[in-house]
Every structure is written in structure tokens, then in C-alpha cells.
């Protein structure tokens, strides 16, 4: 490796994951865009490198082992090694999504998006990562798969989506089990909300910009050895599960 951070970040062509990229290039960080689609990927690395980051292009789509596998080779040709993966692809499956009502295509879905892509990526990318001085793994999470706010009497979330919500609670259950599994090595492992932020995730709705919504990550990112691991985060400090 060349001695700089090396970032990979899914998701990053557009909305929060491309300001993540941004940020974390701002650094000086070498920064991997994971897209699926190659033309919004090569559009959002030659946006990047318009800025000045080192960006390059990762074909990704989180869906599917043999591209996650590919992703994991071609990030270890191109930059040696990765010392930081932010996991922020994620999809919402449509709404509205009320249990009652929720077909069960749609339930798989976003499990396999929001999840296992997570898991996958990240199993793919952690040789890589346990070579690394200061890995970070960052898992874009959201409050709305806080079990703790859903049922805090008054706490209203509003009419969230169900099995976008679920998989958010599912992936912050993911995200403990590898901090219990990793706790013995210098991998830190956290989750971290955004906020409600304007992307096509919530068609533009939210009250943040993608770039406030990036913040969380970028912290999470650098945080320093003995920082948290096993959390739940947003600006504001822990979020209760
Ligand atoms: P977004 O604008 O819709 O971006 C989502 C990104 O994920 C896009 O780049 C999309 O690529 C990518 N993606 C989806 N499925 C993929 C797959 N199978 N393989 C690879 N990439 C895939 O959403 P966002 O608002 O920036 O969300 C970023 C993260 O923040 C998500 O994890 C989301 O759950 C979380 N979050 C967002 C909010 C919010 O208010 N926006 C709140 C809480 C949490 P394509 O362009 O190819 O579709």
C-alpha cells in the first residue's frame, strides 16, 4: 500500500454516499466509488476528481456475489489494500409499506440490498481490511430501525416504510455480532444515521443536505484507535437500538 487511507464506499455515485466520498477524498484519502450503474459511476468519479479527490471507479453491485468478489480484486490491484468501507448502499423497496399489505417480493428485496449486501461486501473486503493500521467499517444505518425510539410511548416516527425499517434494525443487529466477533483486533465497527436527508431515497423530502447527512459517516471513518465500536450513531451522539 502506498502509506495513504484507502476508502471504499457503496452507493457512492449520488445522494449521501457521494458527499461520503467527497469528504473522505477531502482527507486526502484514495476513495473507491462502489456503483453498480457505469455511467452514473463514471460520472460521479470524474465529479469527484474535478474536486480534487483521488476517486476510482469500483463496479459494484452489492446484490451479487461475483460482482462483490470482482470489486474486492479490482480494489486490491488498484490500490493495494483497504483500510476503510463504508457500507451506505441501501434501497427502500417503494412505498407506502404497511405490514398488512407487504409483499413478501418486496420484503426479500431490500433484506438483500440493506443485509446481506452488507454482509457480503463486508466479508469480501475484510482480509483486506485486517491488514490494515486503523480499519473502520461504517454502516449506513437508520434511527427509523431504532426498536427502542418505536416504542418509546409519544416517539412518533411517522409512516416509514416496513420492510425498510426492519432491515435497518436487522442491520444494526449485524453490526453488534461483528463488533462482539472482531472486538479482539483494531477493526472498529459502528452504525450511523444521517437524518432525514433530501435524496431520492425519500424523492428530495428530507430537511438535510447530503452533505450534513455525510457527516456521521466521515466521523465514524476517522475515528481514533480506542474509539467506540458496536455503536449506533448520528450528530448528536448514540441512538438508542
Ligand atoms: P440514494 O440517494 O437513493 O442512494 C442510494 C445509493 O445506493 C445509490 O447510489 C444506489 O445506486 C445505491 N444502491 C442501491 N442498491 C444498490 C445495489 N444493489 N448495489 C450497489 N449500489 C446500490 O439514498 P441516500 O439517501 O443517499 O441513502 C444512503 C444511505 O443512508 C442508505 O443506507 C440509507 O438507508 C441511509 N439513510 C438515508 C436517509 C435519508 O433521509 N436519505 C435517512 C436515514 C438513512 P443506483 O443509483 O444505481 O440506484
Request: charged content about 15%; glycine content about 12%; proline content about 6%.
Amino acid at each position: 500500500m502506498s502509506g495513504r487511507t484507502i476508502a471504499l464506499v457503496t452507493g457512492a455515485n449520488k445522494g449521501i454516499g457521494y458527499e461520503i466520498a467527497a469528504g473522505l477524498g477531502s482527507l486526502g484519502w484514495r476513495v473507491g466509488v462502489g456503483a453498480r450503474d457505469q455511467q452514473r459511476r463514471e460520472n460521479a468519479v470524474a465529479k469527484l476528481r474535478a474536486a480534487g479527490v483521488d476517486a476510482f471507479g469500483v463496479p459494484l453491485d452489492v446484490d451479487d456475489d461475483a460482482s462483490v468478489a470482482a470489486a474486492a480484486e479490482l480494489v486490491a490491484d488498484h490500490a493495494g489494500g483497504l483500510d476503510v468501507l463504508v457500507n451506505n448502499a441501501a434501497i427502500t423497496g417503494g412505498v407506502p409499506q404497511t405490514p398488512t399489505t407487504l409483499d413478501p417480493a418486496t420484503v426479500r428485496a431490500v433484506v438483500e440490498t440493506n443485509v446481506i449486501g452488507v454482509v457480503r461486501v463486508t466479508n469480501a473486503m475484510l482480509p483486506m481490511l485486517r491488514s490494515s493500521a486503523a480499519p473502520r467499517i461504517v454502516n449506513m444505518s437508520s434511527s427509523v430501525g431504532s426498536l427502542a425510539l418505536h416504542t418509546t410511548p409519544g416517539v412518533d416516527m411517522g409512516p416509514v416504510p416496513t420492510a425498510y425499517l426492519a432491515s435497518k434494525t436487522f442491520l444494526n443487529a449485524v453490526t453488534v455480532q461483528y463488533a462482539k466477533e472482531l472486538g479482539g483486533t483494531n477493526i472498529l465497527i459502528n452504525s450511523g444515521c444521517p437524518g432525514f436527508t433530501a435524496t431520492d431515497l425519500n424523492g428530495f423530502q428530507g430537511t438535510r443536505t447530503p452533505r450534513q447527512g455525510a457527516a456521521i459517516a466521515i466521523r465514524l471513518a476517522t475515528l481514533p484507535d480506542d474509539g467506540p465500536t458496536g455503536g449506533f450513531f448520528d450528530d448528536d451522539g448514540t441512538v438508542p437500538w
